[in-house]
C-alpha cells in the first residue's frame, strides 16, 4: 500500500517544470537602475584645449581620490578640474586649492596636486601652481603625462 | 482498424516571447558604438614629492644631484667637483639616455650608502613643460622620487 501510494505521488503528471525568469530579470533591471543611479565614479575631466607631455616611465594613479586638478593651458591660463573656471592670478589659484585641500581632507583623503600641464606650456606657470600647492601645504604633486605619443 | 486508431491530445498554446526583434535592436546599438566611439588615451601620471615635504634638519650622506634645464632644452648636472657638465642637447629627443646613466649611478651610490637618492632640478622658467617631464620621466626610470625644484623662491613665480 505504502509503496502504491508513494508511486502516486511521484507519478509523471507530464507536466515539466518550467521556471519564470521574468521575476530575476525584473530584479536585475532593479538592480541596475540602483547602482547606475547611486553609483559616483570618480575620474578627472579632461580639458580637451590641452595635450600632456609624454613620458613613457608614466604610471597608472593608485587612486583618483583626492585628486586637486589644476590645468594648465598653453597661453598659461589656469583652470579648475570643470575645464571652464578660469582663476585669474596667483590669490584665485591658492583660495582654490586651499577649498580643495579641505575639502579633500574633511572626506579622510590625502590631497594630491594633480597638474595637467600642456607640453608647449612655459614651465613658469607650472612652477606657479607648484608653489601655490606649496603654500596651502599640498604634500603630494603629480604630473599628468600619457605613455606614448 | 478504426477502432484502434489513437486520439491525439490536441496541442498546448505555449506563448512564447519573440526576440528576434530584440536582438535586432542590440546589434544596431552596438554598430552605432563600435562606429562612433572614440577611444580616448588614457592619461598616466608621475609622482613627485613637493619641496616642502623634504626635509634638510640634518645633511644627507650623498649630496644631491643637481641637474640644470636651460630655456633650449640643454640638460647639465653639476658634478661632484662643481663643474656644469651638459648632458642632453637635442631638445626633441623624449629619451635622455646620458642623464638616465648618471642617474642610475647616483640611485646605485645611494643604495649602497643606503641612503635616498636627492635629486634638485633648477629649470629655466621659459623651459616647456615636455622637457621637464622627459627629465621627471628619467627620473622615474631611475626610481627617485625625492625631487625639489630649486627655483620656487623665484619672486615672479607668484
Given amino acids: 500500500m505504502a509503496s502504491d501510494r508513494l508511486r502516486a505521488v511521484n507519478k509523471d503528471d507530464g507536466e515539466s517544470a518550467e521556471m519564470d525568469m521574468s521575476p530575476m530579470i525584473d530584479m536585475v533591471f532593479l538592480l541596475l537602475l540602483f547602482f547606475l543611479v547611486v553609483s559616483n565614479p570618480k575620474t578627472i575631466k579632461i580639458d580637451p584645449n590641452l595635450t600632456p607631455s609624454v613620458a613613457e616611465n608614466a604610471q597608472a594613479a593608485k587612486s583618483k581620490n583626492g585628486k586637486i586638478v589644476v590645468n594648465v593651458r598653453d597661453n598659461g591660463d589656469f583652470v579648475k578640474e570643470d575645464t571652464k573656471s578660469l582663476m585669474a592670478d596667483g590669490a584665485a589659484l591658492r583660495e582654490y586649492l586651499k577649498a580643495e585641500k579641505e575639502r579633500v581632507e574633511s572626506k579622510g583623503n590625502e590631497p594630491v596636486l594633480h597638474i595637467r600641464s600642456d607640453k608647449e606650456v612655459e614651465f613658469k606657470y607650472v612652477q606657479r601652481v607648484i608653489k601655490a600647492g606649496a603654500t596651502v601645504g599640498l604634500k603630494q604633486v603629480a604630473y599628468a603625462a600619457f605613455n606614448k605619443e | ?158
Avoid at chain 2, 636651460?70 to 623624449?94: F, M, P
Avoid at chain 2, 643606503?114 to 622637457?131: E, F, M, N, P, Y
Fill in chain 2, 1 to 158: 482498424m478504426a477502432r484502434h486508431k489513437k486520439i491525439q491530445a490536441p496541442e498546448e498554446d505555449e506563448p512564447g516571447l519573440d526576440i528576434s526583434s530584440l536582438i535586432d535592436v542590440c546589434f544596431l546599438l552596438l554598430i552605432y558604438f563600435l562606429v562612433t566611439t572614440q577611444i580616448i588615451k588614457k592619461e598616466q601620471e608621475l609622482s613627485t614629492a613637493l619641496p616642502s615635504t623634504t626635509p634638510s634638519e640634518t645633511p644627507p650622506d650623498l649630496a644631491p644631484m643637481l641637474i640644470l634645464l636651460e630655456a633650449n632644452g640643454n640638460i647639465s648636472i653639476k658634478n661632484e667637483t662643481g663643474v656644469i657638465e651638459l648632458l642632453e642637447s637635442d631638445s626633441d629627443a623624449r629619451k635622455l639616455p646620458n642623464l638616465s646613466a648618471r642617474l642610475d649611478l647616483h640611485k646605485s651610490a645611494a643604495d649602497m650608502s643606503s641612503s635616498k637618492a636627492l635629486v634638485q632640478i633648477k629649470v629655466d622658467g621659459d623651459a616647456v613643460s615636455q622637457r621637464v617631464t622627459d627629465v621627471l620621466n628619467s627620473l622615474a626610470g631611475a626610481k627617485i622620487t625625492e625631487i625639489t625644484f630649486t627655483d620656487l623662491l623665484d619672486p615672479e613665480a607668484n
